[in-house]
Structure formats: structure tokens, C-alpha cells
């Protein structure tokens, strides 16, 4: 028998967009530090957002990761 339990956990709006844009800079190959590098942003800063660590990121900074990775807020 399998003893493993399915844990559902669901998201907020924000990780769900987090998520997205985190698989988003995968698909375009491109490492954190290319992201930080094309947004503005440090290294530190997108780790910390896709790890969660960032509870409130602002809309720019969203937006500008969004813009890393070819992609658009909505």
C-alpha cells in the first residue's frame, strides 16, 4: 500500500503570478542573475521573491521581472 499523503495547499494570487514568472524565466533559460541583470534588480532580490521570502513585492518590481522574462502583468 502507498503511504503517502497528498497535502493540497492553495495559493494566493501572488504566488500563483510568482510561480508563473519563476517558470517563465525558466522556460527562457535564463538564470536568476540574468533576470536581476535585465530588471534592475539584485540577485538577492529575485531569489528572495521566488522563494517567498518577500511578503509584499511591489508592483514594479513585478513588473520589471515581468518585463525579464518577456512577459506582461495583468
Same mark, same amino acid.
Given at each position: 500500500?502507498?503511504n =503517502?499523503?497528498?497535502?493540497r495547499?492553495k495559493?494566493?494570487?501572488?504566488?500563483? !503570478?510568482?510561480?508563473?514568472?519563476?517558470?517563465?524565466?525558466?522556460?527562457? /533559460?535564463l538564470? &536568476?542573475? *540574468?533576470?536581476?541583470?535585465?530588471? /534592475?534588480?539584485? &540577485?538577492?532580490t529575485?531569489?528572495r521573491?521566488?522563494? /517567498?521570502? !518577500?511578503?509584499?513585492?511591489t508592483? *514594479?518590481?513585478?513588473? +520589471?521581472?515581468? +518585463?525579464? =522574462?518577456?512577459?506582461e502583468?495583468?
Amino acid at each position: 500500500p502507498n503511504n =503517502v499523503k497528498v497535502i493540497r495547499v492553495k495559493l494566493t494570487p501572488l504566488q500563483v !503570478t510568482i510561480r508563473d514568472l519563476a517558470e517563465a524565466r525558466v522556460e527562457a /533559460g535564463l538564470s &536568476v542573475a *540574468d533576470v536581476a541583470a535585465k530588471a /534592475g534588480l539584485s &540577485v538577492a532580490t529575485v531569489t528572495r521573491l521566488e522563494k /517567498g521570502r !518577500t511578503k509584499h513585492p511591489t508592483v *514594479d518590481v513585478l513588473e +520589471r521581472y515581468a +518585463r525579464a =522574462v518577456g512577459k506582461e502583468l495583468r
